[in-house]
């Protein structure tokens, strides 16, 4: 049996992160139990998620776990794990939208449902539907809502973008859509993730598409479209808004890469 004090100084990827999770003990209580010899299924369990982590498992879905803007979501394989990029979209929304009482918001292909809860636990008044083509994707989006929102206040749609949902109009649709383009090189580093979160035809773009050409049917008048898409993807956006829609604003990400852009329907 090894104990705690040696499996630390094995300076594995993680050691210490994975054994607080393997012991269910935080790292103050793991450095005061230094002596603790692990039974055989904790070093069995230890041994199995270093070597998941060695070989690039993100320790998201380890910890099953990840922090996005001031919530801390349940995650699974069968979600996107929050990227910070997507914190920018929170941060439009509160910049332009402050004001507005009542709002209602359509969140597409909501994954852990971070982006609809986050603005939900904001703006309080503001009605709130998600969507999601993964029923599994739905279910920890629902014990998100129940662990955040304690179950209150988001209208939760099995759809394949637009298709499950009634004709009812929106004041924004937000959505952070799979946009990687099929066979992009950057997938081979997101090979636990579900591939459904991250590509979307040979450009990436078919979901953005799809969500352009529909959002006007589902819009109020004077609604608003926010999307998140590829730091090379804020041209052909624009391009596609541009029938439809006007005041496009686009938005960089901390990094400086074109990340969101923002539009509003043209009133006819
Ligand atoms: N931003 C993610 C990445 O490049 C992709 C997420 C997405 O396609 N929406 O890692």
Request: proline share 3%; net charge negative.
């Amino acid at each position: 049996m090894t104990s705690v004090k040696e499996h630390l100084l094995r300076n594995e990827e993680d050691i210490q992160r994975i054994l607080s999770i393997v012991l269910s003990k935080t790292t103050a209580e793991l450095y005061a139990s230094g002596d603790y010899e692990l039974s055989t299924s904790e070093e069995r369990l230890l041994e199995d998620l270093v070597s998941k982590r060695s070989k690039g498992y993100p320790f998201a879905y380890i910890a099953k776990t990840q922090g996005f803007y001031e919530h801390e979501f349940i995650v699974s394989e069968d979600v996107l794990i929050p990227r910070p990029e997507t914190e920018l979209l929170i941060e439009i929304v509160k910049a332009k939208f402050t004001d507005k009482n009542n709002f209602k918001v359509l969140d597409m292909g909501t994954g852990s449902g971070i982006i609809a809860i986050s603005l939900k636990s904001i703006f309080k008044d503001w009605s709130i539907t998600a969507t999601d083509i993964s029923e599994k994707a739905l279910n920890i989006a629902r014990q998100n809502i129940e662990k955040i929102l304690s179950s209150k206040g988001i209208d939760l749609y099995l759809s394949d973008w637009f298709n499950e949902l009634s004709h009812q109009k929106y004041n924004l649709i937000i959505s952070n859509p799979p946009y990687i383009a099929e066979g992009d090189k950057h997938l081979k580093d997101l090979e636990y993730e579900p591939i459904s979160a991250l590509t979307s035809g040979k450009d990436g773009m078919d979901s953005i598409n799809n969500i352009i050409n529909n959002a006007p049917k589902f819009l109020e008048k004077g609604g608003f479209l926010l999307l998140e898409h590829g730091y090379d993807q804020a041209n052909a956006v624009r391009d596609l808004l541009e029938k439809d829609f006007h005041n496009i604003k686009n938005y960089q990400d901390l990094s400086g890469n074109d990340r969101a852009t923002i539009a509003q329907i043209k009133i006819f």
